[in-house]
């Protein structure tokens, strides 16, 4: 149980375009999803936590004009990268957790590897 | 804000234990869990403790807590190739949030 799917698992586009990427929870709904970008050889950083049916909350730094979410529903949740940069690059992963309350276990989507190019 | 440290590598042989430190900084921090990520994988949860335990075992997986020195561990037993991976400490934050060390780099030797 507890399965997080995300789509694209890997993808290279072209600087100056747009992709997006599907983060969906297969058997349990998801009010809350969380967004993270991981660095090569480093930690996970929390960009967003995405909200069902409201706006996405955003960490420091991160542009939300950039990196627009979208949580249409409880099941899907999708990060669009708003004309890329190489600076772009990076390992996108998604999270949510199966149950209410902030303390119930975050599980985690495979990841989707952004190269700009 | 909330500090999660690891150390960076571990190299173990098959079949010995292999013991991973973290140290936190938020003493309010509830639940803290430990994940796996395999390269180019998102992480897998292996287990998690609340913050009232000292201990939990599950199969191969031994968490100890020391909540008084802010100190977490996961001991893997009879530690296999298939163990190779990064282990990522992460505890809850006063917010609620998830914060993550920058994990451990464990690799197996036969």
């Known amino acids: 149980g507890a399965v997080v799917s995300q789509h694209p698992s890997w993808v290279i586009c072209k600087s100056g375009t747009s992709v997006k990427i599907e983060c969906r929870s297969l058997?349990?709904?998801?009010?809350?999803m969380f967004w993270y970008r991981q660095f090569p050889k480093q930690s996970l950083m929390l960009m967003a936590t995405s909200n069902e049916g409201s706006k996405a909350t955003y960490e420091q730094g991160v542009e939300k004009d950039k990196f627009l979410i979208n949580h249409a529903s409880l099941t899907l949740s999708t990060l669009t990268v708003t004309s890329a940069h190489p600076e772009d690059s990076s390992f996108y992963i998604c999270?949510?957790?199966?149950?209410?309350?902030?303390?119930?276990?975050?599980?985690f989507g495979n990841g989707t590897r952004l190269t700009v190019t | 804000g909330e500090d999660v440290e690891q150390s960076l590598f571990l190299s173990v042989r098959e079949g010995d234990s292999s013991v991973i430190n973290c140290t936190y900084t938020?003493?309010?921090?509830?639940?803290l869990y430990w994940y796996k990520q395999e390269p180019g994988a998102g992480l897998q949860l292996l287990t998690y403790?609340?913050?009232?335990?000292d201990m939990k075992q599950d199969q191969r997986l031994t968490v100890l807590l020391n909540k008084k020195d802010k100190h977490l561990s996961l001991r893997i037993a009879d530690t296999q190739t298939g163990d190779s991976a990064i282990y990522f400490c992460?505890?809850?934050?006063?917010?609620?949030?998830?914060?993550f060390g920058a994990g451990t780099q464990v690799v197996v030797t036969p």
């Open positions: 058997d349990f709904q998801a009010t809350t």
């Open positions: 938020d003493s309010s921090s509830t639940y």
């Open positions: 403790i609340f913050s009232n335990m």
């Open positions: 992460a505890v809850t934050d006063s917010w609620g949030k998830l914060q």
């Open positions: 999270s949510a957790r199966a149950s209410t309350g902030d303390y119930s276990p975050l599980h």
